[in-house]
């Protein structure tokens, strides 16, 4: 299969990642053990390749190419990684140095979800995290998942989860054995 990719011109959507794959074989080439080097830097060259592939494959479909996609996928990573920071469209946009409103237009286009929706969502995840893992008061989660407004987390979380944070919390302590 990897015949596809010789002699022919690959529109990288990400060069850097490209580049990291590379030194991280030379790396691997020069100073891994011995005893590990060889099936690393095989498994590494075949990331590569699977990479590749992936880059034709996504080339070919229509309107695949965005400039924005390695950017866009930092700035969400980002955003699930610290889903209580407050963060704005135009915040955001300054970073790919678009419009507000263009880059909720190509949020929405490569994550087919809008911005804000896909914030809530992440905000909620987090939530539920810390209440199934710690012993926080649902006031402290709610200011932790980036809530200012206690009433507002609350009617989002019923609304998308369809249950109180309360019933929530409740329906995830285990039941005690009498």
């Not at 699930?80 to 704005?88: G, I, M, V």
């Amino acid at each position: 299969e990897y015949e596809r990719l010789f002699n022919r011109p690959i529109l990288l959507s990400d060069g850097l990642l490209y580049a990291q794959y590379i030194q991280h074989i030379i790396w691997e080439k020069s100073y891994a053990d011995v005893k590990y080097r060889d099936q690393n830097i095989s498994m590494l060259f075949q990331v590569l390749l699977n990479k590749l592939l992936q880059e034709i494959e996504d080339s070919r479909k229509p309107g695949a190419y965005s400039p924005y996609a390695s950017k866009l996928q930092a700035l969400r990573l980002a955003m699930q990684s610290q889903p209580y920071k407050n963060f704005t469209p135009t915040e955001l946009a300054d970073q790919l140095h678009v419009s507000p409103s263009y880059f909720q237009f190509l949020y929405k286009e490569f994550f087919q979800t809008p911005f804000k929706a896909d914030l809530i969502h992440m905000r909620l995840e987090y939530a539920m995290e810390l209440i199934n893992n710690t012993t926080l008061s649902l006031e402290q989660i709610a200011l932790m998942s980036g809530y200012a407004n206690e009433i507002h987390f609350y009617r989002q979380f019923k609304k998308k989860i369809g249950m109180t944070p309360r019933e929530y919390q409740i329906s995830m302590k285990p039941k005690l054995i009498k």
